[in-house]
Nanobody
Framework: QVQRVESGGGLVQSGGSLRLSCAVSGSIFFSSYTMAWYRQAPGKQRELVADIDSRGNTNYAGSVQGRFTISRDNAKNMVYFQMNSLKPEDTAVYYC????????WGQGTQVTVSS
């Protein structure tokens, strides 16, 4: 059973920064998976905001391009999400999963950006 723990969320003012972390355990194929950060805002569908493949190639949604950076450490089974210049519209619960998603959705980590 794959376990994931997302952390690093919180309340921050507009323009601030946060760094999210995702610790993955129970997956011997982690290094081969494309990993992603998703988010779900209240009343909206979950959306993919960034992904990173096994070689470190990244893709970003237009809304976060240039502000957010996804990275991974395969030796530690970790995925990171550096979020800078945060905006109120970035407020959401953030989740990590594979892309496309293959694991259950956990609780995620709440990010709230105040104006």
């Amino acid at each position: 059973q794959v376990q994931r723990v997302e952390s690093g969320g919180g309340l921050v003012q507009s323009g601030g920064s946060l760094r999210l972390s995702c610790a993955v355990s129970g997956s011997i194929f982690f290094s081969s998976y494309t990993m992603a950060w998703y988010r779900q805002a209240p009343g909206k569908q979950r959306e993919l905001v960034a992904d990173i493949d096994s070689r470190g190639n990244t893709n970003y949604a237009g809304s976060v391009q240039g502000r957010f950076t996804i990275s991974r450490d395969n030796a530690k089974n970790m995925v990171y999400f550096q979020m800078n210049s945060l905006k109120p519209e970035d407020t959401a619960v953030y989740y990590c999963n594979t892309a496309p998603s293959r694991w259950y959705w956990g609780q995620g980590t709440q990010v709230t950006v105040s104006s």
